[in-house]
């Protein structure tokens, strides 16, 4: 007769044998880091996609499974990163207006924005005397996931490279943006929502819904802007300073 040690292990069997395990874990992880997140009054440190990594590392390094078998099983939310960008547009439309009265000092930000989010960090990778394929890596980490890997993958550098570095730079963004803006007393949640998207591309701007609509929408507009404004600027800056 079966003991409660094996038939916890043939259920763990049966589970990791189904592919919708893995999208359950990633799910229920992001929603306990939203969770925790709430109730520290979604402090910047507590950011719930930092946390929800954390917690989905463990269990693939305490089960022992292999990524690519986590990503056969959690790749909806892979596809769902399209439609999600996408209907960051609807809060852009219901702030068309403030948009508008603003729309020579957003394009004015975006140009240099992100071509002094470009040029620092290839100066900075070349300072340090990074491999060449990390600089080129490193270009587009500004710019969300989907375009900077396509990106990456334009300038032959490794788009998964790139990927890493691109979370790695939304989560620090989403944890900066807010004490910073408070630092540098900038009160224009339209300016602090675009800066926000611009260095810090979807987590930046999932931390700028949290503390205003207004910023959100400005964020999502800066995301999507910096995508096509870093494809045409980011080949030109390597080819400067490389």
Known sequence: MNGPADSLFELWVYLSASPLLWLTVTLGS?????????????????????LAIIFVVAILEFSDTPYATYFAGAQFIHFALGP???????????????????????????????ATGIASTVSVALLL????????????????????MGISQGLGADPTLTAVFVIATGVIGAILVTPLMNALRIRDFAARGFAAGLASHGIGTARAFQVDNVAG?????AMALNGLVTAVLAPVVIAWFV
């Open 30 to 50: 992001f929603l306990l880091a939203r969770r925790l997140a709430e109730l520290t009054g979604f402090h910047p440190l507590v950011n719930p996609v930092l």
């Open 84 to 114: 999600a960008t996408v209907a960051l547009g609807v809060p852009l439309y219901r702030n068309r207006q403030v948009v508008r009265e603003a729309l020579l000092p957003v394009l004015a930000a975006l140009f240099v924005g992100s």
């Open 129 to 148: 005397h990074l491999p060449h394929s990390l600089v080129l890596a490193l270009a587009p980490k500004s710019v969300t996931a989907g375009i900077a």
């Open 217 to 221: 929408a400005f964020a999502g507009l």
